[in-house]
């Protein structure tokens, strides 16, 4: 009689040991982070769109500073240069969830093949225009328009094919190396403006943009395409699904990235605006304008970097990278001197990067293989919608605050919406806890309580 409880006692935690085993299967993972800093570059596929953005976003960073300047120096109004950056943002609010459906339904190396096509012939036009000496502030906010719709269709297609060329494990990896990409044409493209601006003029920033795209179109051309996911079952499926997107976006792990990422992207979509300001208040030119954006790119590839050795992200990570992006732009805000605000914008630049390649992957992997595009699409409507909103608000700070206003209000506003979402997180917690412990009290018995109180017993 008395064999049996032992012996069961004795069954039982043999059975829990071998369930043990289990959990330390993810601690295998630890040691592919260090493997997996550069893990995407395995695919050929991958190396070739890496190399076609780098070099078509330094030159759209260089028509980019250009531009700015060029509207700046036309209207001599802060404000008029937030108004061009809100037209190129503002058709992400329309056309984002078209990219998005897009990206799930048609091939992307063909889509992104004529939107490269059709943005190098807008730089084409503006480079025209502006060599002539026939452009104006509308031509060149018209242009930015054609461009923010361009944008609408490739961004999430763009973002979506970046996980169609490398592996489930390298996820995270490809996400930031593309992020890198960026930040690294953000860094030369700059540079690279502000000498042509100084030297010839912004007209041949804009020639620079336009032929820096043959470089992507070959290599697209390039590309495998029998290395490209076939067409899935389960895209149409989703597509006949009409509550699949609701059901999407309703997701913690959808939403509250996205939420976040609209807070900050409302005032640091815009700091190139901000900067263009600061350095005709200090007087330091367009040299000093590049200055500054090199610096912001300097930390934001720095930032690339370090996401680039990341596996996965959290919340309470995505909260403190917020927090770190909300007091670099106070201390910007804060600093004297030139030297020191050049330090903060660099701390400005990681954080910025940290952030939203963290608020990418995470959305990318949470939304799957099926609603990936689309959900890129509501992500950019978010990102790029806010910053829309945002351009010609801090446009108008800058010009009658101040742009040191509007540094700390970049920092202050995004850090009152993170509190927010932070005490939103946690008030729901306790609410949806109760029913829990409550719908295992009926259905719990002395059968069930028994096996872990002799579990504990020697």
């Not at 389960?234 to 699949?244: L, S, V």
Request: glycine share 8%.
């Amino acid at each position: 009689m008395e064999t049996q409880p032992r012996y069961r006692r004795r069954s039982f935690v043999v059975t829990r040991a071998a369930d043990r085993p289990e959990p330390p299967s993810p601690r295998q993972k630890p040691p592919i982070p260090r493997r997996a800093r550069l893990a995407a570059l395995r695919s050929r596929n991958f190396r070739l769109l890496l190399l076609g953005q780098t070099v078509a976003t330094t030159g759209m960073w260089a028509q980019r500073i250009a531009q700015d300047w060029l509207v700046l120096s036309l209207t001599g109004d802060a404000t008029a240069v937030g108004i061009t950056t809100a037209l190129q943002l503002a058709p992400m609010l329309v056309l984002g969830l078209a990219g998005g459906w897009i990206a799930d339904h048609y091939p992307k190396r063909r889509v992104l093949q004529a939107t490269q096509t059709a943005t190098a012939a807008l730089a084409a036009i503006l480079a025209v225009l502006t060599l002539t000496d026939h452009v104006t502030a509308w031509h060149i906010q018209l242009l930015a328009a054609g461009l923010g719709i361009i944008a609408a269709i490739d961004q999430p297609v763009r973002l979506a094919f970046v996980t169609d060329l490398v592996e489930r494990d390298h996820l995270y990896s490809a996400i930031s190396l593309n992020s890198s990409t960026y930040q690294l044409g953000a860094l030369a493209g700059p540079a690279v403006s502000g000498a042509l601006i100084s030297a010839v003029g912004p007209g041949w920033a804009f020639v620079l943009n336009a032929v820096s795209y043959a470089v992507p179109l070959i290599a697209f051309a390039c590309i495998d395409p029998d290395r490209l996911p076939r067409p899935r079952p389960a895209t149409r499926a989703a597509a006949r699904a009409p509550g699949g997107m609701r059901g999407l976006v309703r997701q913690p792990e959808i939403w509250r990235p996205i939420a976040l990422a609209g807070a900050f992207s409302t005032f640091t979509s815009s700091l190139p605006v901000t900067l263009s300001a600061y350095a005709r208040t200090l007087g330091i030119g367009p040299s000093g304008y590049a200055m500054f954006t090199f610096v912001v790119a300097l930390g934001s590839m720095l930032g690339a970097l370090i996401a680039a050795g990341r596996t996965r992200t959290t919340v309470h990570g995505l909260t403190w990278t917020g927090c770190m992006l909300a007091a670099m732009y106070l201390l910007a805000a804060a600093v004297p001197a030139q030297w020191s605000l050049a330090c903060a914008l660099a701390g400005v630049g990681m954080a910025t990067t940290l952030l939203f390649t963290a608020v990418n992957a995470t959305v990318q992997v949470a939304a799957g293989t099926e609603l990936r595009g689309r959900a890129m699409g509501v992500y950019l409507l978010v990102f790029f919608g806010c910053g829309a909103l945002g351009g010609p608000l801090i446009g108008a700070i800058n010009q009658h605050l101040g742009p040191r206003t509007g540094l700390a209000l970049a920092g202050a506003v995004p850090a009152a919406a993170l509190l927010l979402l932070s005490l939103s997180h946690f008030v729901r917690r306790p609410a949806a806890a109760p029913p829990s412990d409550a719908s295992r009290r009926p259905s719990g018995t002395g059968r069930e309580s028994t096996p872990h109180t002799r579990s504990r017993r020697p």
